[in-house]
């Protein structure tokens, strides 16, 4: 029996290996931009090519009773071993016929082939046939894409704007101090939230710990004027908002629909700024003096500002060499490329230096708006890396390093720590595809002409809660920084005074 799994093992070998080109008939339907549907037909002469091979290779190794080893008669060994090798050629075919359709019809894959090989069945006689659905990236033409007028923003860094920085960042680091008098804007509020669909509780949670800023953002939606409503509450005091749910919503009953949200105000606590003193100074990043204080802030001023640049300069990038662009993506494509375009986006945002309520505020923006932010992220994505490929450009391994270094600066970790997390999550191919684009973007920058606009510095207006009013989707994963002594990403982050515990 050892014997004849050997045999059979030995002839997979040799089925996995064909040099003769298979004569397919492959036809593709064309169901949209991004699907194919393909249907494959092997032709008999193939499949008995393979057998042939298969048996060939057999013949000297095959163990039969009564015979030497290689000895037996070929119709005898054929008889014998035929429903053995056959899942191997079966496989064999398979995978070089998946092969020659990609080459031979230039099919670029982005996702893999939904495709149940144990559902295809090798026939004794005729032709074996399957078929599959595939998606992959639209044909199009390159667009021009030297010479692009840019608008780039630009700002020399006054003394002021480091002091309203530094301001957010000691309010950060601040001490919270019960207040009996009325809210006002930049206190701290521990909420009560119920939502409410007429007379149904959707969703009710306490003691969440929020900052009195001008959006309160939710998963599928948010509260405008949020501080207009609660400037002046008190604790005890109720105040209700009617809020509408996102069209993205987990709950698709309630998608479109307005609910009414209950905010109880459980208390209200000022925030009392530390002094800059030599011990609050080592404890908050083991700096020597307050310029040097001053001078990390600064540099952190400039790392916004780079990152709206580059997404400015994206913005209008894309704009352009995506007005062709008019392919319809199938939602399915949307729904399973929305988790990849989220990743990538908090990625960006914790490498250059943003907090984790700044970063929840996004991911909550692009839950509300997935399907139309994931498909143009798609065709920009598309156009970027078809540019990329027609410039041989590629991610290194030192790129690697770089981002990686960039976010563990940013989140107080070990270098080792976030390569680990992003190696656990799977993200490896997004930070790829990160480097690539941007490299792609430097590229065209470097060809294109630019006009400097006033760059105006905006303090956070948006409070961020991890979850969804309607219920139904769970909390949106966003790697909590653990901020270690970097005062910079500890700055205005939602695990501040007063905010609720990261979850």
Excluded at 114 to 127: I, N, R, S, W, Y
Excluded at 221 to 248: H, P
Excluded at 263 to 272: A, Q, R, S, T
Aim: aromatic share 4%; net charge negative.
């Amino acid at each position: 029996m050892a014997k004849q799994e050997d045999a059979v093992a030995t002839a997979d070998e040799t089925t996995a290996e064909a040099p003769t080109k298979l004569e397919l008939q492959v036809d593709i339907d064309r169901k949209s931009a991004c699907e194919r549907h393909i249907t494959v037909t092997v032709p008999r002469s193939d499949i008995e090519r393979y057998f042939e091979n298969a048996l060939k290779d057999l013949m000297p190794k095959a163990a039969v009773p009564g015979f030497r080893m290689g000895r037996a008669p070929r119709k005898i060994v054929e008889s014998r071993f035929r429903k053995d090798v056959e899942e191997q050629v079966k496989g064999s075919l398979l995978m070089d016929s998946l092969a020659q359709v990609s080459e031979s019809n230039e099919l670029s894959p982005i996702s893999e082939p939904d495709f149940d090989p144990t559902a295809v069945k090798l026939p004794e006689e005729g032709p074996m046939k399957f078929e599959f659905d595939i998606e992959v990236r639209p044909e199009f033409d390159l667009p021009e894409w030297k010479g692009l007028s840019i608008e780039r923003p630009i700002r020399e860094f006054t003394s002021a704007d480091v002091d309203a920085q530094l301001k957010q960042l000691l309010s950060a680091q601040g001490q919270l101090s019960p207040h009996d008098g009325p809210a006002s804007p930049g206190d701290y509020l521990s909420l009560k939230v119920t939502v409410r669909n007429g007379d149904e509780v959707l969703t009710e949670t306490t003691h969440e710990g929020v900052c009195l800023r001008k959006t309160l953002s939710f998963h599928d939606g948010r509260i405008e004027g949020f501080d207009k409503l609660l400037t002046g509450a008190k604790a005890g005091d109720k105040k209700t908002a009617e809020v509408e749910i996102s069209l993205e919503a987990a709950v698709e009953a309630l998608r479109g629909k307005k609910v009414q949200v209950e905010l109880e105000v459980l208390d209200v606590k000022k925030v009392e700024l530390p002094q800059l003193d030599a011990e609050f100074l080592k404890t908050l990043g083991d700096f020597e003096t307050e310029a040097d204080l001053r001078d990390t802030v600064a540099k952190s001023l400039e790392r916004r500002l780079k990152y709206h640049q580059q997404q400015r300069a994206r913005t209008q990038i894309l704009g352009s060499l995506t007005v062709a662009a008019d392919w319809d993506l199938p939602p399915e494509l949307l729904k399973k490329q929305a988790g990849r375009e989220f990743e990538r986006a908090v990625l960006e945002l914790r490498r250059s230096g943003f907090n984790d309520n700044e970063i929840r505020a996004h991911a909550n923006e692009l839950m509300q708006n997935s399907q139309k932010t994931t498909a143009r992220s798609l065709k920009e994505h598309f156009v970027l890396e078809k540019l990329a490929e027609a410039e041989k450009i590629d991610a290194e391994p030192s790129d690697y390093d770089d981002e990686i270094k960039l976010v563990a600066e940013q989140s107080g970790e070990s270098v080792r720590r976030v390569r680990a997390q992003i190696d656990k999550r799977g993200m490896m191919d997004t930070l790829r595809n990160q480097i690539i684009e941007r490299k792609t973007i430097d590229l065209i920058l470097s060809n294109a002409k630019f006009k400097d606009v006033p760059y105006e510095l905006e303090l956070p207006t948006t409070e961020a809660i991890d979850g969804a009013l309607a219920g139904g989707d769970a909390e949106s994963d966003i790697p909590e920084a653990e901020h270690g002594n970097d005062p910079v990403a500890k700055h205005g982050a939602n695990n501040g005074p007063g905010a609720a515990a990261p979850k």
